[in-house]
């Protein structure tokens, strides 16, 4: 007898005629084993002595009335209430057996249905704990730092916006905040799903509930409490878990007749047979719990598959509709891309090495804050190359920057700039790429000569071509590019990721418009953002993801599926979990509806009792309940951690290698 929700125990819902998500029997373990021991006294006294004894008869009505009260009391809930729900077919099965003096039989078949109850409720709470074990990592202590540098240690709960706290190697962080002084690494599974720990310097950003493997950190608070990332994870777990699939709604509107049916059919049994036994049989077997536990229990176990792996599902009507997209439309810039310049070219001329080359732009750029500055320092780094002291710096906005570097006067920018500071233009012949096609170009002089040029695009993600590929073996029909980037742009990044169909100069509205279109088509259509300036296009999709959403209020609450980190492969995951979803509930139902079938027909006709129905009842529960826990284990190709690639990130399992051990110097 499962006579609380799955999900929600503490909410109430009226509209629902089933009974079963509504009264909660306060049973506890105790009660059930000392019902059974008095049940079993009274086997044990008719085989040892003379059956049908006063006291073997006694010590079973003891045990009846221990485990049938809780029944009865939730039924007699249900009646006042005006519900006739299937709580009351379970009563009246026990008042039955009770009412015909067979204490025994009355106590055996409450054991087993109060048995159902502990399982499955105990089943529910420990896959909502799963969920909740992901979310519930934010420490109770933090350590505040005070104004003369030493540090308090103070509860969670009264960090503010501006407070700064000591993060230590090992501790989770309290709060979400930016890191003013100290680098670590940081492990953010329980936010983004990504298995790799991420480097976090001055100036980043940290979420609560994350880790800190290394480094003492000092973190200026941005959010506290339920504000923090963490906190809205949380929240919207909680606010998936109280909705409903669209076919759960439709066995709830219809568990109201059930109850009168089996009554009805109780009678006709009892009409023909006049064998109360089978009766209580029929009562028995009929209570439908591996119907009703087919959908909820493989919501949650969808919920925690994914939620492990830094999908947040708002509503789980998403994960059926999801099983049903068929066209893909995704953001290109931020979402396909990395959404950063990088470098994708180093082109000498003469005999200026690439690492020369590399040294005199990045080092003419160090102190800019141009994005061209960023990446040429990113490469330097990856690739070794230490930088030079600029002297002399200046920079025009917008067109280049002028440095002394060791003693030879760099100039670093576009062509005009370098042709309007007296460099020869033949320079522009060596260039065989142009801004067209979707290239930023800078050239870089040496003492009035032109001796390079550095090519550099918006790099696609590695795994965005995979993704687009398990997509389509999916079997999703269209994939769609849309970039408010220039066509030619556009062109080549769907080339590079197997993109049919790409379409550039789109504005907000010409977003929409595209989205509009292919729904107006037939398509049911998901709609791939970073979620801040694609927030129209993901809300009018069938289903809005928003990409790279930790830390962003706005990516959160602008789609209906966040994606925490911008792992792509997120999302044939998200298709494959939703057919499966939609699997197991099918095939717990189509169990549900022939095991009620069968177990009507069997104990009508006499082949089981009550105490066996019972028994398969627990048994019946329990198959829809281990099938579902199958999809807890989805997805968990993507979330190994890599031994070797730790391995070789640090020294000694604590010390990261320099740039220059991670990627090959240049020649």
């Known amino acids: 007898m499962q006579v609380t929700s799955l999900l929600s125990q503490h909410e109430h819902d009226d509209n629902c005629g089933c009974g079963h998500d509504h009264e909660h029997s306060v049973v506890h373990l105790w009660q059930a084993v000392l019902g059974v021991v008095f049940v079993l006294n009274a086997f044990i006294v008719d085989w040892l002595f003379e059956a049908g004894t006063t006291l073997a008869s006694a010590s079973a009505m003891i045990g009846a009335i221990i485990l049938g009260y809780p029944i009865i009391v939730t039924a007699v809930k249900d009646l006042r209430q005006g519900r006739l729900s299937i709580n009351e077919l379970v009563a009246i099965a026990v008042l039955a057996a009770f009412a015909s003096s067979d204490y025994e039989v009355a106590g055996v078949v409450a054991f087993f249905m109060l048995t159902g109850e502990i399982i499955e409720t105990r089943t529910a709470e420990g896959a909502r704990n799963s969920i909740e074990s992901l979310i519930k990592l934010t420490p109770t202590k933090a350590r505040r730092l005070l104004k003369d540098g030493s540090e308090e240690e103070i509860a969670a709960s009264q960090l503010a916006v ?28 329980t936010i983004t799903g990504e298995s790799l720990p991420a480097e976090k310097n001055a100036g980043d950003e940290v979420f609560a509930g994350t880790q800190n493997l290394t480094g003492v950190l000092e973190i200026k608070v941005s959010r506290a409490g339920t504000d923090t990332t963490l906190g809205r994870v949380r929240e919207l777990i909680i606010a998936a878990e109280k909705t409903k699939l669209p076919i759960q709604k439709i066995v709830d509107q219809y568990m109201g007749f059930y109850t009168p049916l089996v009554l009805v059919i109780g009678a006709l049994v009892w009409a023909f047979t006049h064998d109360l036994n089978r009766v209580i049989a029929v009562f028995v077997v009929s209570c439908p719990c591996a119907f009703i536990l087919a959908t909820p229990t493989a ?37 396909l891309t990395t959404g950063q310049l990088a470098v994708s070219r180093l082109a000498p001329i003469g005999e200026t090495k690439p690492a020369e080359l590399l040294l005199l732009a990045a080092s003419a750029e160090k102190y800019s804050n141009h994005p061209t500055a960023k990446a040429l320092a990113t490469l330097a780094g990856e690739a070794g190359v230490p930088l030079a002291e600029p002297k002399d710096f200046t920079e025009t906005a917008g067109r280049g920057v002028k440095a002394e570097i060791n003693g030879a006067k760099i100039l670093v920018g576009r062509a005009q700039w370098l042709q309007d500071n007296g460099i ?30 550095v090519g550099m695009q918006d790099k696609t993600r590695n795994d965005a071509k995979d993704a687009l590929a398990e997509l389509k073996e999916a079997g999703v029909r269209r994939i769609a590019m849309i970039s408010g980037d220039r066509q030619v742009v556009a062109t080549r990044v769907a080339a590079e990721i197997g993109c049919e169909e790409a379409k550039g100069d789109c504005l907000p509205q010409n977003k929409v418009e595209f989205v509009r279109a292919i729904k107006a088509k037939g398509y049911k259509v998901a709609v791939i953002g970073d979620g801040v300036n694609d927030a129209p296009a993901l809300a009018a999709g069938d289903i809005g993801i928003a990409m790279g959403a930790a830390g962003s209020e706005v990516a959160i609450h602008s789609a209906t599926i966040a994606l925490m980190n911008n792992d792509l492969r997120r999302l044939p995951f998200l298709v494959k979990l939703s057919r499966s979803t939609r699997a197991v509930i099918n095939q717990n139902f189509l169990f549900g509806v022939v095991f009620i079938i069968v177990g009507l027909a069997a104990t009508a006709f006499g082949y089981i009792g009550p105490i066996v129905a019972a028994l398969l009842h627990n048994v019946g529960s329990l198959i829809v309940i281990f099938n579902s826990a199958r999809l807890v284990r989805k997805g968990e190709e993507l979330e190994h951690f890599h031994p070797e690639a730790i391995a070789d990130k640090y020294d000694h399992g604590s010390h990261p290698k320099q740039p220059g051990e991670l990627t090959p110097k240049l020649a």
């Open 424 to 453: 020869d233009a033949s320079f522009e012949k060596s260039v065989d790429v142009g801004e067209t096609e979707g290239w930023s170009l800078i050239f870089v002089a040496q003492n009035g000569r032109c001796v390079g040029w």
């Open 162 to 189: 501006g407070d700064v706290i000591r993060i230590r190697p090992g501790d989770n962080v309290a709060a979400d905040g930016i890191i003013l002084k100290g680098q670590g690494s940081f492990n953010q599974a």
């Open 299 to 335: 919501m949650v176990a969808a919920l925690s598959a994914a939620a492990r792996l830094g999908i947040l599902i708002k509503n789980v009507a998403d994960i059926e509709l999801a099983a049903k997209i068929n066209a893909f439309v995704f953001d290109k810039t931020g979402t």
